[in-house]
């Protein structure tokens, strides 16, 4: 007998990475989650990038993560040109080096 995985795979993790995001837009523009899905679909189209990119994009834009690679500065600069002004100055302060 054949003992499954426990660890996700790749199209599950896309998924979840893609309701995250469809529930931000959801919450922020008051969409319905086919809106939600359609705006992340048009801007994966406007793009030419894929559409858990773009979701990827929009939820660490809302948490504030943004690793430095190129490949996710890339889509970080996405985000912020598509849904910067959802979030204000809330994602710049959040990821400003602080001082003390």
């Known amino acids: 007998m054949r003992q499954q995985s426990r660890r996700p795979d790749r199209s599950s993790e896309g998924r979840r990475t893609i309701d995250l995001a469809q529930g931000i837009l959801i919450g922020r523009r008051r969409y319905s989650p086919g809106e939600a899905f359609a705006e992340l679909l048009e801007?994966?189209?406007?793009?030419d990038i894929t559409l858990t990119s773009a979701a990827g994009a929009l939820v660490d834009l809302a948490t504030g993560i943004d690793d430095g690679s190129p490949s996710t500065s890339m889509y970080a600069v996405i985000a912020e040109f598509e849904w910067g002004p959802l979030f204000g100055d809330i994602t710049r302060v959040a990821s400003a080096p602080r001082f003390e």
Do not use: A, M, T, W
């Not at 801007?43 to 793009?47: A, I, L, N």
């Open 43 to 47: 801007v994966s189209r406007r793009h």
